[in-house]
């Protein structure tokens, strides 16, 4: 831990005993006073599991409630991994942004929010605020590392990755490339989100722990071959972090890394339609070239409209439903890292 | 044409002429008087594409709103296709459950209802009955041969297949298995929709109709591979039916044909939950193998629940968004159809 | 009354006396079981005032909930109108489709039906369709006149206006046609809703009562000119019919009759956008001038798309609403009805 | 069984086998295609419990969702009643309203409908319409008797009773009489929904079963008393038809009969407002008395509004919400039976 | 008056003069312009009833929008109390939580917040936020005594009890702990809502006045009972304040003082199902004994799941509905107050 | 330009180039990530015409989304004006308010937020707060005027009529003034939303533009009239500013000047029902004077109730909607501006 962090403001409470050796399953319980339930709460679940010294790694799913792979991976941890096999503590959250995986939502049907664009939080905002101010003011503290499993949820389809979350500390950031590499999944990206710093991993990053994120597939559901991948991913990183002994599978040093340059790695849509793309994911683009088009299936009349691509790379990620409105994301491209290294 | 249809008495108008040569692209006009438009109308988009003597073919999509490789093959015809280069008469209705089609979802927005399963109509009733109510009492009348091209919408991501509906009339089951089989999809199935009569396919039969139906992936997105798959197919049938002459693809005479065998085909999920399957469409499984587990990802100390295959067969189909609640279809499983030839 | 009509056979009761004379002001109450009230009852306004011998005739607004300037009329006719002053029985309903009327839209928010396309109704269907039943099966039959006050309501801007209906009985029609011309409205026309069976003054007809029709201006609005005509013709009529003596105005004799002649009188907006209408209503315009422009505010390099009129005569109404999608009603022609007579 | 009923023609389906012995939990399923589940199944759930010969009984919790006492007392019977205890055949339905149930109202989420008023249903209608059929067409013509477990439900709260379905044959409603008054609740009602024939026990009389009703309390809440009423009472109907042995306590022979004598039992709200009640359920009132004032707080300077009962008896039920709208159930009085024996 | 508070910077208007003596009734007008008013306001209800010197008491109600006995007790006071009769001046605010009030919901149905979690407000933020920066800014700089009256709301059912907010500063704990013991409820307790201070009585506290809470039932309705003790309750308070004379009723000086002593007191549910409580309010209860069931009523072959008490005590309120979801406030348990005095 | 005005901090990004002369028309791009579109972007239209040396003026349509004489002469401009015939640079938006402007709300769909209600905004906010930032701290920046063009909106018809937003700098006020009477609309009125400071004329007066309003008619329609007037007028302040040469229309120099004087300007509604107005608006009226009168059309014996003016002056406005709820503005009077001047 290397920060002096703001303290913890809010009024959650838990029985989990952080400093308590073996596993521990339960919930952290925020006081919410809705219509339907006056004096309840909501119910945030959390496992630690703890023996001897070591590192403190936080891993974290349900940031946004329709990405599955890393919360299923989660909880099978949280069930299956005997602490006598490891070292240090491990916070486990599935579902951070409860009621958004309860409804298997991006955001949060209570408040609207996006639980990755309102870091640090508020202790004393609406229900999202506050549990992502108990995550940075009371959980990153105690942590040396943080793991954010995200997919590419309902709306995209992306290349499974393990992410970079760029940092201005030039030995985080040397750290941090080391832990996702380690991951060792098929693709490795530099995603800043053009920049924004409410995000879970920002947050991480500004808290000084290393950080790792990834984007699992997506489109809402559950990727067999992504599910593999992050299981493996994540004994892998617990292994390169020190908290797993003799897990760890042989990383493939080779793999490059690539990184979304800024606006011109995306193709937006422009009309409402059906959008028809032009390339598989995975696929080698450039700039210039056609991406898709969109059909108007309900005016046979005119005629489908060509976008496409801002950038030179490989097709990252695409758009998954079909339907489109001006401004949706259809394509996004990723392109070498090297330049700017 | 063969039947004495129930004459059209609703009130729709279109500037249409179905007895003229040539193309022509426009809408059939249903008067509808909601709130925001008190003497507006519903427009269905239609196509008519005519050149001398043949049959009378009417290729329907959007009987779901979230499917797409119908209605963008559909689109394509009739901005494309040369009169001069076919024989009959072909109707193009790419979107007629056209509120659905707008907000890309199965059912209509304006009345709840399932298009497909509203069939033959009612030309007073609410206005998916209308619409359904114009096709099978209107343009049924001055067909042929009907095709229906659905994808697996939202909620299902399927095989690639062209579909049987079963008749009982066993000349017509006849020519409708050479029409499917002249498709060439990947598969041909046997649907029933467990005895339903109430589809746009059945009604088509009933009226004595040539009749194919697709299922063209799914997930409510795109598909690349499918969208080829369906434009090649839809050609290769009007080829099939003397429409199209010297278009057609080889159709690959040994392929198989598979149904599916009722409640057993099915695997419903029994909890709520996020629904891992074990298995990828096609793969072979067998009554009683686990098929999948349901993992509670906001409660980590359950453990997941296990749902078991009722039937032999390959995967044909299963549930897209990782979200189950009790009673989704979770895999389909299709055996082969010889039993019963 | 010149009908056997079917029986009333519904549960709905009122402490409402037909037989009895002076005045009476209650409800229709018609059991209702909706989640918010197990036991509970939708309450119709109706008030009854009768003196002797003479015409019963049915005054109604709130056939739509948003259209104000019948209901007004109607509600001051009941509180003001000295039963010495007049001859029959006037059974006054200013708000038959009473949760619109309380929600100020034109359809029902308890069951999304439009009021007027479910006559002669169901008196065990929803509760639309039951309040249409009791008027035509239980208040029918004890008329002999009926006037059903409707102005645009929220979606159109009419030109205030006595409405015939059109009757295939060739004596009723006439009747009919004297009895709006006596409501002495700036402009009187012949509507058919293209030729749709299901309204109130249908089935009006279809039960032989004097039927009257109104369109009172609209956009959801009450018009201070549209409310003076509404109080005025309301009693020109009733004088008509003999229930008013010395009370009517004098009858503009020579005012000619317009009719909407079928789909060409209607121009539907083709594209999404903002109409910019050409014309006021009152003008006369001609098949094939511009009509308007839709502008897509939102994407400045398209340009505005242009609409054509498809008949002559004078634009009798207008989309009030400047947002429009396609199939809207953006204007309407009234043509000359002497072609017909 | 004593009617020759109309055959089901739908196509739901179980693994339940009616004519098997011992024990047997599970679902009909209900195919069901809405946008989130294209391939799914509604599912109903179902019980049976069989030994020998003996009467067939079915009893229903769950018609509407937001009544609990019935339904726990049916999940009791199935997981605890011994096979070797009881005699004949026992049909346990506790969720029928399935879609209700799940979201705690009184009509269904999915079509709006209320299931208490769509008997005998319809096998090809909407989702509500499709269960009451598989009720009245599959279950009713194996069955003897009925037992329909309600309470107030979220919006009144009852004074717990057993109810009497009035039935035209003379017999049966002797019958009936005797089931009731086994049930020993603490008050005995007759109830005829003002003549409505459209509920389930309407249509279990139709069919010439037994029938007994039950209000238990209600307020959408679970009552500690009327849960063990109703425990109780259920055993004690079982023991009255012959199915228990030696498990009946014993009958209070003397309680009257009470009943709802139409409209004037009813006292409704005219104005929106809080009702404030002025008598207890159970107390003594009379015709013309005050019953309660409407109070607008929200608008201190219009005093409150007075209303009065409509007949003499007890309270039997009130209002359970504070907020009323005009015609609003706020009190029901209860009358002897006596006058129409 | 006693602390210096910030002076209110909103701009909110008012014909109600606070120096006037006599009986005032009117609005506090809030500009509000949301879609279907532009220039509108919403309208909080206030009268202010002076006479001579005195203390200033705050009486509010409807802080939640479904909460009846305080309400109805404010309105009365405002129409019936004899200016002559008092002493001071009395601030009346029946329905602060207007837009919730007409809604009758705990929440505003504008804004989506709880008014009774944004104190002291913000004059410029969103309505809920200006109602209460208008009572904490410019109404409390007038008082010197504030009553909250509150009841369970629709999801609580309470004991009927007046409430002591626990206050830092030893001598206006002293004197809110006389005043709340002058309302003379059956049970006085201490809650502090676990800490939170953005509550009206905790702004109250804060900004130095004689502060008095009330839980009066609950369950959404007018409880006969409480509203009884609320009427007197509030009388008492005001003579023993000073405002009113000869009006008290003696005070039982011997009833004990309970608390809510932190998460233990509360028993929240942690599935989905019916609860089914085992004791009624006001039952002494010990930690570690069952407190009630879950019953999956949907879900026969599932046991019910008890749930346990956390603390001694008595049962102070219990959850109304009988739905629950994990996290849902089932039971709470009120404990002798004694240890921390 | 004659401020310092604090940097946009913000992510929003564009092609646009505002240093390049001639026409071009774009977007700006606000990253915007909701359930639908995780990586998309809300898509602002923009369009920059420049030509050498001369004044930078700001152009806003849309700042509500119901309000069309504005953004429909935005487009016209940007389309059609010649850069060679103006000087300086022209930033015309006419849909700032994107997401209520497609909804043809006066309030975001997206966040509930009134855009008029968020300056200067908050770059990390919500989608409306963003909006509103990079117009002030972005576009405010390099602008020397800001024309705000407003109509009435849904539930206002106004006068059409140029707004002068009051400012505390008298040679700014001065300035406004004089571009104001350029506009030559048929009123000119002060406005100070009763002194809201949160407004977009109120934050580009506060950075020192030269600020322009309107208000052109409303009802949430197209005015023909009011669609000249305001294309005339926004020429004639473009010439007054010294963008335009030759272009200006005579400005009728006489046209006093008007102001809505505080709360006495507005009548407010006091009952639910339909409000009929008795005056149009332009005429004279005087305080005291009755206004026009709600009729509760469901409830006939109930009495009209009248409304009065609190102002002398002429109806400046009235509601366009008939159905009024309490706090709801009927009618609006505007009064010489003299006396304070």
Redesign the interface.
């Known amino acids: 831990m290397n920060t002096t962090p703001q303290p913890y403001a809010g009024?959650a409470?838990t029985e989990i005993d952080f400093e308590k050796p073996g596993r521990q399953?339960g919930f952290i319980?925020f006081?919410?006073?809705?219509?339907?339930?006056?004096?309840?709460?909501?119910?945030v679940?959390i496992?630690v599991i703890s023996n001897g010294a070591g590192p403190t790694v936080v891993i974290e799913?349900?940031n946004?409630g329709?990405e599955?792979e890393g919360?299923?991976t989660?909880?099978e941890l949280?069930?299956d991994l005997d602490p006598g096999s490891m070292q240090g503590r491990l916070i486990?959250m599935?579902?951070n942004n409860?009621h958004a995986?309860?409804a298997?939502?991006?955001?949060s049907p209570v408040?609207?929010l996006?639980f990755?664009?309102v870091w640090p939080g508020d202790p004393?905002g609406s229900i999202t605020q506050q549990i992502a101010a108990y995550v940075a003011h009371r959980i990153f503290p105690m942590a040396d590392a943080f793991l954010d499993l995200h997919s590419?949820?309902?709306?995209?389809?992306i290349l499974p990755s393990a992410i970079i979350e760029p940092s201005g500390d030039a030995d985080l950031h040397r750290r941090n490339v080391a832990a996702v590499q380690a991951f060792d999944a098929p693709y490795t990206v530099v995603i800043s989100?053009?920049?924004?710093k409410?995000t879970a991993t920002a947050a991480a990053c500004a808290a000084g722990l290393v950080t790792v994120g990834t984007e699992m597939r997506g489109?809402?559901?559950?990727s067999?071959d992504a599910?593999q991948i992050c299981r493996r991913g994540v004994r892998n990183v617990l292994a390169h972090l020190g908290m797993l002994v003799g897990d760890a599978s042989p990383v493939c040093a080779e793999r490059p890394i690539l990184e979304l340059r800024?606006?011109s790695a995306?193709v937006?849509a422009t009309e409402?339609g059906?959008?028809?793309?032009?390339h598989?994911n995975g696929e080698q683009v450039s700039a210039g070239q056609p991406a898709g088009r969109i059909?108007?299936?309900?005016?046979?009349?005119t005629?489908?409209l060509t976008l496409h691509y801002g950038a030179d790379g490989i097709v990252y990620?695409r758009?998954?439903?079909?339907?489109v409105?001006?401004?949706?994301?259809c394509v996004?491209v990723a392109s070498p890292y090297g330049e700017r290294k």
């Open positions: 009024n409470f399953i319980n006081p919410h006073s809705p219509h339907s339930d006056a004096w309840g709460v909501t119910q679940p496992a799913g349900g946004h329709d599955y919360p299923i989660i909880g949280a069930r486990l599935p579902a409860v995986v309860l298997a939502t991006r955001t408040d609207g996006n990755n664009r004393m590419g949820g309902s709306s995209l389809d989100n053009l920049g924004d409410r489109c809402g559901a559950v067999l599910l800024g606006p995306y937006y409402d059906i959008f028809e793309p032009f598989a059909h108007r299936i309900w005016d046979m009349a005629k489908p990620g758009r998954h439903p079909g339907r409105a001006p401004g949706n994301c996004v």
